[in-house]
């Protein structure tokens, strides 16, 4: 089945800086991974989405790269605030009339003032 | 519109009991999953349900059972609980319309359940 890792397990940034986490992925069948943000005590939000068929896609402050031969993607934020610390997660998976994911294990970024 | 909804919010049960957690989809989605999030780990995939059908089940025991209704809303039922289920359960529906190629529909969660056992 799909294994997903993740990198850094915690990471601090100053505010305005950029953060970097990364995912790797095992099933080469994965054709869909998000990206979602959870803070404490609440649900986890999707934050930005890619499919197999694309390279790179951003949205204001945030992108997501894919390397599908490699088996790995990436976060990139930029320009971070303190309402970004949170915990992050990258998944992998594929539809199935729907959604079966495997989660990484969470990056908990805090962006320091 | 309203969001996934799950209910109850928090429970407290004790070992060999069995409790059932109740979702409802955002309105028009067919696609229900099931979570187990343990704290500080990521979430783990327990069961898909689309048109009330299972499409998907994780690596969870036979303890572990759900359905989905007409309505499209689902309930996970647990039996026999162990310590080890203490863990926030979370609910997400993805919108897969008939006839129209459904994949990779964004999948959103709801606030989840949280399951404490004594």
């Known amino acids: 089945g799909e294994n997903v890792e993740q990198h850094p397990s915690t990471l601090s940034v100053q505010e305005g800086d950029s953060a970097v986490i990364k995912c790797t992925y095992s099933?080469?069948?994965?054709?869909?991974f998000p990206w979602y943000k959870q803070e404490l005590g609440k649900r986890p939000q999707l934050i930005i989405d890619?499919?197999?068929?694309?390279g790179e896609k951003k949205d204001q402050r945030i992108a997501v790269t894919l390397n599908k031969t490699a088996k790995h993607f990436s976060l990139h934020i930029t320009e971070t605030q303190p309402e970004d610390s949170a915990v992050y997660f990258c998944a992998a998976g594929f539809d199935n009339y729907g959604q079966n994911f495997v989660f990484g294990p969470g990056t908990r970024l805090s962006v320091l003032p | 519109d309203a969001g996934v909804t799950q209910s109850p919010t928090h429970l407290i049960k004790t070992r060999g009991q069995q409790v059932t957690l109740r979702c409802s989809p955002i309105s028009g989605h067919k696609s229900v999953s099931w979570y187990q999030q343990v704290l500080g780990q990521g979430p783990q995939f327990i069961f898909q349900?689309?048109?009330?059908?299972?499409?998907g089940r994780g690596n969870f025991p036979d303890r572990f059972s759900a359905r989905q209704f007409p309505n499209y809303s689902s309930e996970l039922n647990v039996n026999a609980l162990l310590l080890g289920d203490s863990a926030l359960y979370l609910c997400a529906s993805s919108f897969s319309p008939t006839g129209v190629d459904s994949r990779n529909q964004p999948q959103h969660f709801g606030d989840g359940t949280r399951l404490s056992i004594l």
């Open positions: 349900y689309y048109e009330k059908e299972e499409r």
């Open positions: 890619i499919r197999s068929n694309v």
């Open positions: 099933d080469s069948a994965s054709n869909y």
